[in-house]
């Protein structure tokens, strides 16, 4: 990945409180897994930010390396990574998701 990418994620990433990383996108996600991610974050009105990784190859590749996560969709909370779908259902249903993301609203 080029500095330029990496630059233009990290400002991207630092501007949105929560940014979810996706094949598609929200209102027309192209996945299963990214659907059920779109799903558990507007179930709890999280205002988030979406990025169609498939409109990017470069993209696509980069946030592979940026995360270190080999698979979408990626959820970021706080300027952090947060995890991939299996992550982010099962923090889902232990509360631990509906903490950081409050955690992230305050900063």
């Not at 500095?3 to 192209?30: C, N, Q």
């Not at 982010?88 to 509360?95: I, Q, S, Y």
Request: net charge negative; aromatic share 10%.
């Amino acid at each position: 990945m080029g500095p330029e990418l990496r630059e233009s994620i990290d400002a991207f990433v630092a501007e949105h409180r929560v940014v979810l990383f996706m094949k598609g996108t929200k209102d027309a996600p192209r996945c299963g897994f990214s659907n059920t991610c779109v799903q558990i974050l507007n179930s709890m009105n999280v205002p988030f930010a979406d990025v169609d990784i498939l409109a990017n190859e470069d993209l696509r590749q980069g946030m592979k390396d940026y995360s270190s996560w080999p698979t979408f969709p990626q959820l970021y909370v706080g300027g952090e990574f947060f995890g991939g779908c299996d992550i982010t259902v099962d923090a889902f249903k232990d509360g631990s998701l509906k903490e950081e993301l409050e955690r992230a609203m305050l900063e």
